[in-house]
């Protein structure tokens, strides 16, 4: 009897799940860490407090889970995107560290230029230090999976 070492790699959509997944996780992870000592349901409130405003503050664990829902639905629908778009971006960018710095700098415009601006949160003053910080993050917590998970895929169907 032969052994079939031959393993299937798991589809695209698996892997973006994964890794939409995994990014949400970091992602999530991080926000706790720099919440400073704010509690963990806090957080996630404030995730809620963009799509019921204040409200969310008074809710109890149902709006702890709808922020948890509303970050990871982010974080995946980012992931999906930008996993997609790697190839485009590798062609001409050549380095997929450079691609997760990039990644990381359209995560942050698409939460903070975009998502947050037209959420019930509204605009916030940002300063030079805390949008590095912020943007640091996302390099580590978004851009850097994706990308190097992004290229293993890619480079093993070529």
Known sequence: MEKNDYKEQ???YTIIAWVGLLTGTLDAVAAILSAHKMPVVTVFKFIASGIFGKAA???GFEMVAAGIFFHYLIACSITAVLF????MFISFLKSKYVVA???ALIAWVITHLVIV???RIGWSHMDIGGTAISIGILIITIGLP???I???YFVSKK
């Open 10 to 12: 798991p589809g695209k």
């Open 57 to 59: 503050f008074a809710g």
């Open 84 to 87: 997609v778009l790697y190839p």
């Open 101 to 103: 710095v990039v990644f």
């Open 117 to 119: 601006p037209l959420s």
């Open 146 to 148: 994706i990308a190097l």
């Open 150 to 152: 992004a290229d293993r």
